[in-house]
Structures are given as structure tokens and as C-alpha cells.
């Protein structure tokens, strides 16, 4: 095996600069992933968008899809993660796979996208607690305060050790899906609107509309995904913990959403779906759509339970979010793209604690930029932050893909063909052709405005660009740390 001379190990990490070892097994790994990808978030913000602004029933085609492609990546990026260990994940692997100054573009637009997922989050977060106060208690508060409180107390989980929030994303996680699936069984159960059926799946309703929104927001249900690596220097045995989780990951996320799309689809009607939800998403109450079949299905009391669980979905998805965005900042300060002082880590629980007050202090401000310019938080501030950071994601993805084919071209393993080339070419393929679709859908969640659509889809090639100057810098300035760019961590 050939390895490029000076570029697969850094220096020793100094333990003020090391995460906790030992802390996550696969299981803890899986409950991040599926946290992030937020079950009820999903459901409750994203379906409504996928079904009102994509091509409605067939939405569920769409995100059948994403799975697939997402599946074939999964194969490269588990072969990737038994060779490297790093905070930095997508960041690493470019880093070594690509080079150096690709790398670290790619760490600029992964905090870009995960950031804009967050705030996604934080709308949907407040505005759903929001009404929910107002609905049994007749509290009215802003939903901007009620994200703000929220802000603080996820800000000290992301102080604490990591295993205290694997523990509680993974308690509420069961919650939610065994919810979500009562609901889509009680459906099907039941025969839906108008029977059984799988117009959902046929050409002419997947064609219709705008595809390329639903399969933007199918994406959208695996963001998060990259935690299986994210925490490598965290987990047990990371050459395995990895690997695995990320296929355990990516399947149960997958079946999950198909079959809710499909069932909800039903529960309205294949033929009414668009239209439900399109009118839901205006009136700013996209949740409906979940509130509206679990009254018919299940029963009253069953949106309660959704709507509390609705607020510890999205509490869950919002630690997930921060616990990324953090270890990206922590993963780029020791390597010194950004200040040296994020890369230090608690001295009694080893996290990354300044890099997560920075996160905090970042989200507060975009969601007070919010406020003050008057967006509302679900129609324009979750549809836009959603689809600006799904679609970076998507390209992080198909960078990853050619960075693994590339790093295997110059460390071969005999046999091992399907993982290492042919799998990274297809996920590449499939996650460009998912690119190009979702762009030129992309006005449909600007509310039919070209102007602002090219507007939020160039925030991606400009932080691109400035993760680009800042290479040029660095190689120029400190060389010798710009070549050590997603060193292997292990």
C-alpha cells in the first residue's frame, strides 16, 4: 500500500486537544444520526414541503431515491471512515482524498449547510411551541424567544460530555417514530382516503410538479448522516462503529420516510395531497398536515402527544445540529484555519466547549437577523435555511464520493473494487444528477422568485470561495500546517 509521504498522520494531539475517547458505541452513534435527521421534523416541516411545493403524492418516489443513491455513497464513505479518523469527517476525507485547499473548502461550506439546518430547525422549533402555548394555555409568545431560550439550554449540552446527549436524543427518538409509524399503520389499516394504492410510485404523478424540490427535502431527511464519522474519535472501536452505524443509519432513516410519505399521502388522498398541504404551508401551519391524520387515524389525544413530542423532536435535532457544527469548528482551529483557542477542550468533559459557545453565539445572531428583517419563521426562514443547506450538503456529498475514489487510486485494496471506485462513481452520478434536479426547482421554495432563488443558491459558491481564499492564505502563510489538513486523528 502506497502512502503519500507527510500527509496521513499529524503530530500528536495534545490531551487539551483531544475529544473523550471510549464514549459512544453504535448505538449512541445511530441515535445522533436518526436525532439529526429529526423523525417529527421531518414529518411535521418537511413533508408539507415536499408534498405542497414538490410534485405531491409522488414525493415518496422521491425520497425512495434519496435513499438509494445515499445508499450506494454509504459504501465508499464506510470505507473511507476504517482508513481515517477525524472530527472533520467530509472536511478530512476531500482533504485527503482531493487536496488540502479542497478540504478546507468543504469545511467552510459544511458549517455554512449545517448552520442553515439548524436555523431551519430553530423556526420550525419556535413557531410550532409558539402555537402550542397559545393552543392550550393561551400564552402568546414570539416564536424567535422561545428558540432563543431553547438556544441556551442546547448550548449546555454542547459543554457537557457528548454521551449525556446521545443518552436523551435517544429517548426521544423512540418516542417519535413509534408515534410517526402508529400513525402511518393506523392508515393503512384503515385503508386511507380512498383505499390502498401506489399512484404515489407511478411516472405521471412522479413527474408532476416540481420532483426536484421533494427529492431536495428527501435529502434533507438524512442530513445529520455525517455523524457516523463526525464522532470517530469518540466511539469504541471507530474502524468498525463507523461503518456500521452508518448503513444501520441510513436504512432505518430511509424506510422510515418512504413508508410515512406513502401512507400520509394516502391518509389524504393521493389526488389531494398537494393541494392540503399547499394550503397548510400558506397559513403557516405545516404541522397540520401530521395534526390532521393522527385526529382522523388515531384519535383527538393523539395530537397532544404530537405536539409535545413535536417540541422534544425538535430539541433533539437541534443538539444533533450543534454537536456537528461544533466539532467542525474544533476540527478546523487544531488544524489552524481557524483560531487556535476553539481547539481546546474541557478539562473535566473533554468537549469541544468554546467551539459550542460559538455555534450558539452564530445561531442567535441569524435568528435575531430573522427578527428584525421580518421573515415568518416556517413559509420563508425553514424553507429557505432548509433548502440552502441541503443542497451544500448534497455537494459535500458528491465531493466526498470523488475524494474516496481518488484516495483509493493512490492506496489500492486488492479486492475490494465495488467499495473503493465503482461505488464512489455511481454515488457521484447520482448525487450530481440530484444536484441539477434540485436547482432548477430550486424558485419553487423562493415562492416563484428566479432573483432570490439565484440568491440563496449562490450562498453555497460563495462561501466556497472564501474557503478558497483562506487556502490560498494558509498555504502561503503556514504551509506546513495547510499539508496536514485532515490528518488522521486515530
Do not use: C
Not at 443542497?391 to 470523488?402: M, N
Request: hydrophobic share 55%; no cysteine; proline share 4%.
Amino acid at each position: 500500500m502506497s502512502v503519500d509521504k507527510g500527509l496521513e498522520t499529524a503530530a500528536p494531539a495534545t490531551e487539551k486537544h483531544k475529544l473523550r475517547r471510549n464514549a459512544l458505541g453504535t448505538a449512541s452513534i445511530v441515535f445522533f444520526v436518526v436525532a439529526a435527521a429529526s423523525p417529527l421534523t421531518g414529518v411535521a416541516g418537511g413533508l408539507p414541503v415536499s408534498f405542497g411545493l414538490g410534485n405531491g403524492a409522488g414525493a415518496a418516489a422521491m425520497y425512495g431515491l434519496a435513499t438509494l443513491v445515499l445508499l450506494i455513497f454509504s459504501v465508499g464513505y464506510a470505507a473511507m471512515s476504517r482508513r481515517m479518523i477525524n472530527a472533520g469527517a467530509f472536511y478530512a476525507y476531500i482533504g485527503r482524498g482531493i487536496a488540502p485547499w479542497a478540504g478546507i473548502v468543504a469545511a467552510f461550506v459544511a458549517m455554512v449547510s449545517y448552520l442553515g439546518m439548524m436555523i431551519a430547525v430553530y423556526s420550525l422549533y419556535g413557531s410550532s411551541t409558539s402555537d402550542t402555548l397559545n393552543a392550550h394555555f393561551g400564552v402568546s409568545i414570539p416564536w424567535w424567544v422561545l428558540s432563543l431560550v431553547t438556544l441556551l439550554i442546547v448550548a449546555s449540552f454542547g459543554h457537557r460530555q457528548v454521551d449525556l446527549s446521545a443518552k436523551v436524543l435517544g429517548v426521544f427518538m423512540l418516542l417519535e417514530v413509534a408515534a410517526i409509524l402508529l400513525i402511518g399503520g393506523s392508515i393503512v389499516a384503515q385503508g386511507g382516503a380512498s383505499g390502498i394504492n401506489l399512484d404515489g410510485f407511478s411516472w405521471d404523478t412522479v413527474s408532476s410538479g416540481a420532483p426536484g424540490v421533494a427529492l431536495l427535502f428527501g435529502f434533507a431527511s438524512f442530513v445529520g448522516y455525517e455523524a457516523t464519522a463526525l464522532y470517530g474519535e469518540e466511539v469504541r472501536d471507530p474502524k468498525r462503529t463507523v461503518a456500521r452505524a452508518t448503513y444501520i443509519a441510513v436504512l432505518l432513516i430511509g424506510a422510515f420516510y418512504v413508508f410515512t410519505t406513502w401512507s400520509f399521502g394516502l391518509g389524504v388522498g393521493t389526488d389531494k395531497i398537494q393541494d392540503a398541504s399547499l394550503e397548510a404551508l400558506q397559513q403557516n401551519a405545516g404541522p397540520a398536515i401530521m395534526f390532521g391524520q393522527a385526529a382522523e387515524y388515531v384519535g383527538p389525544s393523539m395530537i397532544t402527544i404530537l405536539e409535545v413530542l413535536l417540541v422534544t423532536s425538535l430539541f433533539a435535532a437541534l443538539v444533533a445540529f450543534h454537536n456537528a457544527i461544533s466539532r467542525y469548528m474544533f476540527a478546523l482551529s487544531r488544524e489552524k484555519v481557524f483560531p487556535p483557542f476553539l481547539s481546546v477542550t474541557h478539562e473535566r468533559y473533554q468537549s469541544p466547549y468554546k467551539a459550542s459557545a460559538l455555534t450558539a453565539i452564530i445561531a442567535a445572531a441569524v435568528i435575531l437577523l430573522a427578527v428584525v428583517t421580518g421573515r415568518e419563521p416556517m413559509l420563508e426562514v425553514f424553507s429557505w435555511t432548509s433548502g440552502v443547506g441541503t443542497l451544500g450538503v448534497i455537494l459535500l456529498q458528491a465531493a466526498t464520493s470523488l475524494a474516496v475514489f481518488r484516495y483509493f487510486r493512490k492506496n489500492p485494496e486488492p479486492g475490494r473494487m465495488w467499495q473503493t471506485q465503482i461505488a464512489p462513481l455511481l454515488a457521484l452520478a447520482g448525487l450530481l444528477g440530484a444536484t441539477v434536479l434540485a436547482v432548477s426547482n430550486f424558485s419553487m421554495l423562493a415562492g416563484g422568485s428566479g432573483l432570490l432563488s439565484v440568491v440563496l443558491i449562490l450562498v453555497i459558491p460563495a462561501t466556497a470561495l472564501f474557503g478558497l481564499a483562506v487556502a490560498v492564505i494558509m498555504r502561503s502563510k503556514r504551509p506546513d500546517m495547510y499539508h496536514e489538513v485532515g490528518a488522521d486523528m486515530a
